[in-house]
């Protein structure tokens, strides 16, 4: 900057001024330049300073003098980590600071202080040769004296061992049995220096590794140590027999533990016994080991006599009946001994004392046990979590708490019958009592709990409330009762303290009275509901409340109706609630032949869902009757476009089979021509469809196509028969429908089925095989009849969906039912209710799942409502309830083989 930059700098007619600006930069140059250095020269210094200092550390572990072998050991690892590595590593410490140091020499002016300090430095490694000679002389020499000291040391131990065994030959002498406790701390003495030798000897033998050495065994020492133990065991047995005898004897006898006294007598036993056999050879040691086994064997003659009277389950009701057996009053207190229990001569009476004492005992384990079950109930409690936002709690997980009454019962009861249980018979009967009555109130709430959880969001609706006005005055007894409870409860959520609540299961027994009493006048209330507007039968309870809940504002029933009506996905409403059409969930939209009210019906659902149902059929018959009116007004191309598809498909198989049947009678030239006609008809539908249409539009035509072609495979067939009488079986044997008395009319062979006139949507066809129209043949014979079909086939063959394309070409609703191994005569006898009622079809897929108890009952349900039909009644009784018949219902099953 200082010299490469112009003071001045000519711009044509001005110029530019920048000695400021240079000096400026000049500055902040020389600034940065200045802590630049000061930093690499703080940097060098730290580095110089920590040379120094792990030369310094070197330089004092090396000159230390080691006082101990181990300390010896490290020093000589360390110097050779030094000599192998660190140094290496400092010399290239001070390779960098060397670079370092030319580098600020260059750059900048150093002190006299950081000279010398770089200089203390540099010198370290022609010091350090001085040092590692030092300190390898000092090494030698401290190794030579620890390998003279370790030679010291050993003979020592040697001596030692020698006195040990020397100690050890004394044992055999002591022979005399009041002088055991002596020998017995002799003998420990004895092993205490073993011990020490024994550490000795591992230090001695890591120095003899160090050092390169032959490792010393001293088998001595072993020999020494394995004499010494079987007269160190007859010791200590002896000593602890003479204290434990001496107790045992002296002290309090209500104190003795027979387990453990007998558990401590046969390890002294065992003990004597193991060392007769270890000392045959030896008289005096033998001698004592004879005589405390003797006295062990005398002492155990009483020991059924202990275990007897130091039973901890003897009572005073026990002790009373020891007294009447020895015929004087004897209970132990503080002051008794067994030497003084044994002074009374009691084993002729050792039968009734085991006798007593085993009666208590059982009685004694009893209480335990009683006492066990009573304490387990500590610390269990019921969960309570909050409920939505109801403000009140409902039970969780009663699993633990159902395991424990479980056992308990069957543990209370069982107790009872034991022939022990009479001291506390009052006890354990109180107790189970208390455990049933849990069980009970346990039982009771969740049965409650159950009820109330299904019940709350019915409710909680203003307009259920209003239509059941006395079940919901029961239902507000019943939410207060469980709210209070529930508050209650969670102030203390121990089971115990929670089924002791006062009143709690009589409460809880009412509620679930009037829970039932609320179940059955809803279950009433629903079933009136069914039998107005039959096509309920065909909901859950669920669902019907939901659509019955809704009486302020039918708009909010819309997305049910579906579950009603198989085509109606919705309707529309005009501003006075009024509905003016019906629309499927393809989008057709359909003008009813009235407006439905629903202010009409006052809030009852139901009134305006039948004033619908009628209107539907009303409507689809209008506009069938208008389109068939329509259909010679205009070319067939522009017909199928104007009509929705439910209405095209049906009056255009009315018409081929009118013009059919005048071609048959015209003769084969005639059915030709119309053959030939239908197939140009094809071939301008699927012109259309290859165009730009509306999606309903294309959707109609898809399902005509389908049914023009089957139409046309009919003639082929008839052509190639050469069919002359239109009673000719092949033609009776197709589905022809006609217009007759102003209504659609299905026949086939000799069947004659009226079209329904239910809406279905504009929905597709299925495909017309042979087989399909042999199923149709014997389906459309069995209605006749008054009968059902069971098309039989493997899975996926299209069992079901020939029986549901059939409906659509009748115009009826099919409901198919998935049947499984859970359903019982009850949910079935609903569904058949709907279905006789309201006229449509069924088809029960599936239908060997179902139990056979259950399945009998069905057969004698169907019979019932087949046999109704054939009567030509209209109302019959079927399950105890007058319902009104529609002889268009059938029933029809599948199964899988």
């Known amino acids: 900057i200082k010299y490469n930059t112009q003071p001045v700098v000519p711009f044509g007619l001005v110029e530019l001024h920048c000695g400021e600006v240079n000096a400026t930069l000049l500055k902040r140059a020389e600034a940065l330049a200045k802590q630049l250095f000061d930093k690499i020269s703080d940097d060098n210094r730290a580095l110089n300073a920590k040379i120094c200092a792990e030369y310094d550390e070197i330089s004092v572990k090396a000159l230390a003098k080691p006082a101990t072998t181990d300390e010896m050991m490290e020093l000589q690892k360390y110097m050779e980590q030094v000599q192998r590595k660190t140094i290496h590593q400092l010399e290239e410490d001070i390779g960098k600071a060397k670079r370092r140091l030319e580098f600020l020499i260059d750059h900048t002016t150093l002190t006299t202080e950081e000279l010398a300090a770089n200089n203390h430095t540099f010198t370290w490694p022609l010091r350090m040769g001085p040092i590692f000679d030092e300190s390898e002389q000092l090494m030698r020499a401290t190794r030579d004296q620890a390998e003279e000291n370790l030679r010291e040391r050993r003979e020592r131990l040697n001596e030692e061992l020698l006195s040990y065994h020397k100690q050890l030959d004394e044992f055999k002498d002591f022979g005399k049995l009041k002088d055991v406790q002596k020998y017995a701390k002799k003998a420990q003495y004895l092993q205490q220096r073993l011990q020490v030798a024994t550490e000795k000897v591992e230090q001695f033998n890591v120095e003899e590794v160090a050092f390169g050495w032959e490792v010393t065994s001293y088998p001595l020492k072993d020999h020494v140590l394995s004499e010494l133990e079987p007269f160190a065991d007859l010791y200590d047995a002896s000593a602890k027999w003479n204290g434990l005898y001496r107790r045992w004897m002296e002290g309090p006898f209500t104190e003795l533990i027979p387990e453990d006294v007998e558990a401590e007598a046969s390890n002294v036993w065992r003990t004597m016994y193991k060392a007769t056999k270890t000392f045959a050879a030896v008289p ?537 191994d859970g359903l019982d005569y009850l949910a079935m006898g609903k569904f058949f209710k709907g279905l006789a009622a309201c006229g449509c079809w069924a088809c029960f897929d599936e239908f060997n799942r179902i139990d056979l108890e259950v399945l009998s009952v069905v057969a004698q349900q169907v019979m019932t409502i087949q046999r109704a039909s054939a009567q030509g009644l209209t109302r019959f009784m079927f399950e105890g309830t007058d319902l009104q018949l529609d002889p268009t219902c059938a029933i029809f099953i599948t199964m899988n083989p």
Request: glycine share 6%; proline share 4%; aromatic share 8%.
């Open 284 to 820: 005096n040691p033998l001698k004592i080991a004879e005589a405390i086994k003797d006295k062990v064997d005398e002492f155990k003659e009483h020991m059924p006599l202990i275990q007897a009277l130091c039973n901890p389950g003897l009572q005073d009701r026990h002790w009373e009946r020891i007294s009447e057996a020895v015929g004087f009053k004897l209970k132990p207190d503080a002051e008794t001994t067994l030497a003084r229990v044994i002074d009374l001569n009691l084993t002729t009476h050792l039968a009734d004392f085991e006798t007593i004492s085993e009666s208590a005992t059982k009685e004694f384990s009893l209480a335990k046990a009683m006492d066990k079950m009573e304490a387990e109930w500590t610390g269990v409690e019921f969960t309570f979590v909050p409920y939505r936002e109801t403000g009140t709690y409902i039970v969780s997980s009663v699993d633990d708490i159902q395991t424990i009454l479980d056992d308990q019962i069957v543990k209370a009861q069982t107790m009872r019958g034991s022939p022990f249980i009479a001291p506390f018979a009052d006890r354990i009967k109180a107790w189970e009592t208390r455990l049933i009555t849990m069980q009970e109130i346990l039982d009771e709430m969740l049965k409650v709990q159950a009820t109330w959880l299904y019940l709350e969001p019915i409710f909680s609706s203003p307009d259920i409330m209003a239509q059941m006005p006395e079940e919901g005055r029961r239902f507000t007894q019943v939410d207060k009762s469980w709210r209070e409870m529930m508050g209650e409860a969670v102030k203390d959520c121990r089971v115990l303290t929670v089924t002791a609540i006062e009143g709690i299961l009589p409460s809880l027994k009412q509620s679930n009275q009037l829970l039932d009493l609320i179940q059955k006048g809803l279950n009433e209330y629903l079933e009136k509901k069914r039998l107005f507007f039959t096509r309920f039968f065909f909901l859950s309870n669920d669902e019907m409340l939901e659509i019955l809940s809704e009486t302020k504002d039918p708009t909010r029933v819309q997305p049910h109706l579906r579950k009603c009506f198989e085509g109606i996905a919705s309707v529309v409403f005009d501003s006075s609630l009024d509905i003016t059409d019906m629309r499927s969930a393809e989008g057709e939209q359909i003008e009813l032949s009235e407006r439905v009210s629903t202010v009409k019906a006052k809030g009852q659902v139901e009134k305006w869902l039948v004033d619908l149902e009628n209107m539907m059929l009303r409507s689809v018959r209008r506009v069938c009757a208008e389109s068939v009116e329509a259909f010679a007004k205009s070319s067939r191309e522009d017909w199928v476009q104007a009509w929705p598809g439910q209405a095209v498909i049906g009056v255009s198989q009315i018409f081929w089979a009118k013009e059919v049947t005048l071609a048959i009678r015209a003769g084969p030239a005639a059915i030709r021509a119309y053959r030939d006609k239908c197939s140009e008809q094809i071939d301008k539908i699927v012109g259309i469809v290859r165009g730009e249409l509306p999606k309903l539009t294309r959707m109609t035509l898809g399902a005509l196509v389908v049914i023009d072609v089957h139409a046309r495979d009919v003639l082929s067939r008839i052509v190639d028969i050469g069919i002359k009488d239109e009673n000719d079986f092949e033609w009776l044997s197709q589905l022809r429908y006609f217009w007759e008395e102003e209504s659609i009319v299905a026949r086939m062979i000799s069947s004659t089925v009226n079209y329904a006139y239910e809406y279905l949507g504009n929905s597709g066809r299925l495909v017309i095989t042979p087989l399909t129209d042999r199923c149709y043949r014997t389906v459309m014979g069995a209605l006749q009849l008054n009968l059902g079909g069971a098309p039989e086939g493997p899975a996926g063959t299209g069992k079901t969906e020939t029986i549901k394309d059939l409906a659509k070409a009748m115009a009826k609703q099919c409901v198919v039912f998935n049947c499984s």
